[in-house]
């Protein structure tokens, strides 16, 4: 039971254009998401996250919408930089549960220039 | 330490060899969580500390997976009996407040 998806394994965008990444989850509880970016032989970092009582948060490029009744995330980055090429994980926690993430199966970001 | 450090960095075992992986948290860190993330997939949790108390081993796959964090800093992963299926990376992540994770670089486990 994949309580997090992300649909899309793989993404490329051209330079300077938008990246739209789109993930999607089941369980209702779920009160705060994260996105995290990995690249190879190194381990997920953090980049931007949203509580649920809110429908959208930016931080710089980075750009993530919540929306609540169709359980359904985005992280929109723009410009895209080739340096943005990496590995992108949405995860999501519920209050009760410690802190444990639920992390969807990733999708590829490759921005070419 | 600046950052969270797992060792070995790759671990390749016989299938029957028993392996133990050890993660180095941030310094100060009350939580710490153990992730397994297979080729292709998303990190699979598998149990969270705090300090030395195991709060939550709910994901961990089978009685071959143990994880113990005695002081309250260092914690070890031990899977007894590897068979194929426990080839993953391991990924160890330590937090001082709920949403605030660092990870580490993971340990990938080849079992042959």
């Known amino acids: 039971d994949q309580q997090v998806k992300q649909n899309s394994p793989s993404l490329s965008v051209q330079e300077g254009r938008i990246s739209i990444l789109n993930c999607d989850y089941t369980n209702s509880m779920f009160d705060y998401f994260l996105w995290y970016k990995k690249y190879p032989a190194e381990g997920p970092t953090f980049l931007i996250s949203?509580?649920?009582?809110?429908d959208k948060n930016e931080d710089g490029r980075f750009t993530v919408f919540l929306n609540k009744s169709a359980k359904h995330l985005s992280l929109h980055i723009v410009p895209s930089q080739p340096g943005d090429s990496a590995v992108y994980f949405c995860a999501a926690s519920a209050d009760n549960q410690g802190g444990k993430l639920i992390f969807g199966q990733g999708t590829e970001l490759s921005v070419k220039p | 330490g600046a950052g969270v450090s797992q060792s070995p960095r790759y671990k390749v075992a016989k299938r029957g060899q028993d392996v133990a992986l050890r993660c180095d948290p941030i310094?100060?860190?009350?939580?710490l969580f153990w992730y397994q993330q297979a080729l292709g997939q998303g990190p699979e949790f598998l149990t969270y500390?705090?300090?030395?108390?195991?709060?939550?081993k709910s994901g961990l796959p089978s009685d071959r997976f143990f994880a113990e964090r005695p002081e309250g800093s260092v914690s070890t992963l031990k899977i007894q009996r590897t068979q194929q299926e426990d080839s993953a990376v391991y990924l160890c992540?330590?937090?001082?407040?709920?949403?605030?994770?660092?990870f580490g670089s993971g340990t990938r486990l080849t079992v042959v």
């Open positions: 500390f705090q300090n030395e108390a195991q709060l939550d």
């Open positions: 310094s100060g860190h009350v939580s």
């Open positions: 949203i509580s649920s009582i809110k």
């Open positions: 992540a330590s937090s001082s407040e709920n949403y605030g994770y660092t």
